[in-house]
């Protein structure tokens, strides 16, 4: 190690002594041969803490929170109590949001859907999913998930993140971390975003971000037709945009050498990724390599790219190829009013995709080591925001229990896992939170969530934050 005299300062001693780790990095980053390897996670083995079931993993995010009442978690008797006030004693001074906290009334909506079981498991599933319905057997339905937020913004990042405040890296760039790519020509994080209306909630690019990890883990969102600016400019042949990047590179690592700073090896791997995904995303996104029947599988939207059907599809393809993670956004749950009719688009939308998207990985062989999340991030409360009308209702936002389901990977199929109270408002049994939720999915991939932590400022950050445990009555022993 270079000696420095008394008086050298404390930048240019940190950035001399990290030149073997810096030049290091570079050098595996620039590693001809596409091998994945392991990318921090002190303490992993081969990537992994044990034997993993899951690969990969798809998460179907349905963005804006879906009724639990109305889709999964079946109450008959409400019927009896169609507009009677929400009891105090089954509210039990829980926190409103402010679209309902000063409602005169809170009368009881029940579900004008019909719900009835089905396959071998009698899962209880709503008429608006009939095709969810029939892969029932194969979905572990969580109906005792809850969360601590209580608006969209806040709910969707700790859903992503593990924490409701922004600054944390997304769950997607922690599995990009620990387990790195099986497939050196595409990311190991790909993100779609399809659905909404003009006053739908947003969506920010910090919730497929990496935070403060180094951006080589952040998601790519892919548009409907592959990503955008991947071609070269006119004019600029692939062999010249091969010799730019070279060039580029090896001033990078120059720069590395300098100042040690690791966002330029994580810029080299982006170069270099782009120019590898030029000859790649194409292949991976031409749905005419795809038959008349799986295309009619998937639905009638699955031929037009954006939509949440030709999404799914797309994400197959990205899964056979060993994309490491794939999540799915879907927009416009977000059900205050007019719901009946506003859930029926989202569900004729999204109902017959999801389930193909199952049907599909487990003819192909992929569903044993493909976990499929289908969730939204929080549910909807029993009693009506605003008047409640014959024909319309509304529901405010609910974190107490809602309803996801799982299927492939690792869990149990044809489960249906926790109870709540007879209005859809408390759990009574079997509680399940959003990082239970988070250490049941990284257990899936081999990963103790305890032990996965990112050393920053200071301070080891895990994906659960300071809770949550692996919910293994729900997994394949």
Known sequence: MQTFPFLADRRRFLTQTSLGLGA???????????????RGAEGLAGGVHFRPRAKRVILLTQSGAPSQIDLFDAKPGLKDRQGEELPASIRRGQRLTTMTANQD?????????????HGESGAQISELLPYTAGIADE??????????????????????????????PSIGAWVDYALGSENADLPAYAVFVSGGQPGDQPLYSRLWGAAFMPTQYQGVRFRGDGLLYLDNPPGVARQDRSRMIEAIAALNQIASQSNGDPGIVAQTRQYEMTERMQQAAPEAFDLSQESAATLEMYGPDASQRGTYAANCLLARRLLERDVRFVQLFHRGWDHHSKLSSRIREKCQQTDQPSAALVRDLRQRGLLEDTLVVWAGEFGRTVYSQGDLQADSYGRDHHPRCFSIWLAGGGVKPGVTWGTTDDFSYNIVDGGVSIHDLQATILHCLGLDHERLTYRHQGRDFRLTDISGSAQRQLLID
């Not at 290091?24 to 392991?38: H, K, N, P, V, Y």
């Not at 009334?105 to 079981?117: D, G, L, T, V």
């Not at 937020?149 to 700790?158: L, R």
């Open 139 to 168: 979905l572990c339905i969580i109906r005792s998930l809850h969360t601590e937020a209580i608006n969209h913004d806040p709910g969707v990042t700790c859903l992503q993140t593990g924490v409701e405040q922004p600054g944390r």
């Open 24 to 38: 290091a990095a570079l050098a595996t980053l620039l590693r001809s041969d596409g091998s994945s390897f392991l």
């Open 105 to 117: 009334r809170k009368p009881i909506a029940a579900s004008e859907f019909r719900f009835a079981r």
